[in-house]
């Protein structure tokens, strides 16, 4: 029979989490099910090869655009460049997360099912306030469901913007161009890029209509990917600092007289270390599958700030659309890795908390057993639970300083080398 946390999770399963639900969607448009309990992963493989084959001609063609106009100017090509990392970056999370997709699922299934919560044998004890502990639980939980799904949508309606700005700028530049200032009735690319094709007689091919679709369809890839599998960490990681939020939380009342009769103290506690290591074994398996791609993703993104600190220069003569455009764009590769590092140090700060309430408890009047298992706990407390950036330091707000600070230098190079 199921306790009764074990009910209240199989309930809060069944709530819907906007957040979660356009990860998984995000996901699954790239051909990566990451819930297949939801949804059948019968056509995900092609459409996986189908997305690799499209990003990957994208790419070229704005490769082919680069080397074209390598000689003109860097501001030719700059646009070119910060979307061939983009596409880029993409491609590369896709074959990470397809490679390690059964880690990736069992993740997921494991915090919306609350799996690292559920079989833990505290509400079997006969303790006198069940209901008033088991509130204060769902309390938390759906608490952190709700923050989840608010950063979550923030960080999609600002991804939104820049997809939308390279989606309609051709349609609005021919309403322009044909409408206002009537000088020609042609619709451009999304984008500069040079898609190569065969002319035979007439004819084009590809054509131009598919060649203007397909660039079209690039600003769609960019979006599934960044949103999908950056949220996919914040959704974990402020999941995880739920799930020591809920530990804190027994641990304080660990010694409390209205909670835990003084003879089930010990089996309490057990109950709560036996939670830490679930916990810790949840943040080793969230550890190993984002610790390279985070790498990459934070190398990345420090050129990408760079070039659009770049742009910014460049464009403050042309006009405030384009400005605008830029900062767009700029606000969303900043938020893109802030959200890594703001996640991250969230969770550490939770755990540095966690410490501080194992010794806070009162165990010094407690029995034997407990006051050990209090100071094996401080042991293994004392190290917090900490992302690593590929193994070479660690995620936190002091190393997102560190990632603005070294793209203010590259800016300051790459301007320099160009007024030369």
């Not at 509400?123 to 006198?128: A, C, K, Q, V």
């Not at 950063?151 to 349609?171: A, D, E, G, N, S």
């Not at 600092?241 to 409390?256: A, D, E, M, P, W």
Request: with cysteine.
């Amino acid at each position: 029979m199921q306790d009764l946390l074990d009910q209240e999770l199989d309930r809060m399963d069944k709530l819907p989490k906007q957040g979660l639900f356009w990860v998984e969607l995000s996901a699954y448009a790239l051909g990566i099910n990451i819930a297949p309990r939801k949804r059948s992963s019968k056509h995900c493989r092609l459409t996986l090869i189908v997305v690799l084959l499209v990003n990957l001609s994208i790419i070229y063609s704005l490769v082919a655009f680069i080397m074209a106009n390598f000689q003109v100017s860097f501001e030719t090509y700059v646009e070119a460049v910060l979307l061939t990392f983009q596409l880029s970056v993409g491609v590369v999370k896709m074959l990470h997360f397809q490679s390690s997709l059964e880690a990736s699922v069992q993740l997921v299934h494991s915090t919306e099912t609350g799996q690292v919560l559920k079989s833990l044998g505290l509400f079997d004890l006969d303790l006198p306030r069940k209901q008033d502990l088991l509130r204060s639980l769902r309390s938390i939980l759906l608490d952190n469901w709700l923050i989840i799904d608010r950063q979550v949508m923030f960080f999609f309606k600002i991804v939104t913007m820049p997809v939308l700005y390279y989606t309609m700028r051709p349609y609005f530049q021919y309403i322009f161009d044909c409408y206002i200032i009537r000088d020609t009735c042609e619709m451009t690319l999304t984008y500069p890029a040079i898609v190569p094709f065969v002319k035979l007689g007439a004819y084009e091919f590809p054509s131009y209509v598919v060649r203007f679709f397909l660039l079209q369809s690039g600003p769609l890839w960019c979006f599934f990917a960044v949103f999908g599998f950056n949220s996919l960490f914040v959704v974990l990681t402020r999941y995880e600092s739920g799930l020591i939020k809920v530990l804190r939380y027994l641990v304080q009342n660990s010694t409390s007289d209205n909670l835990v009769p003084k003879h089930l103290r010990v089996r309490y506690l057990q109950c709560c270390v036996g939670l830490f290591a679930r916990i810790a074994n949840h943040h080793n398996q969230i550890e190993n599958l984002f610790k390279y791609i985070i790498l990459v993703q934070c190398s990345v993104s420090s050129v990408l700030i760079c070039m659009l600190l770049y742009k910014i220069s460049t464009v403050l003569e042309v006009g405030w659309v384009w400005m605008g455009m830029i900062m767009v764009y700029f606000v969303t590769i900043t938020l893109e890795i802030s959200l890594y590092n703001v996640s991250a140090q969230k969770v550490e700060t939770q755990s540095e908390l966690l410490f501080h309430d194992w010794y806070n408890c009162g165990w010094y009047n407690e029995s034997r057993d407990f006051k050990f298992m209090i100071k094996m706990m401080l042991l293994f407390s004392r190290r917090t639970f900490v992302l690593s950036v590929g193994g070479f330091t660690n995620l936190s707000h002091k190393f997102l300083v560190q990632v603005f600070r070294l793209s203010g230098n590259f800016f300051l190079l790459l301007r320099n080398m160009n007024n030369k």
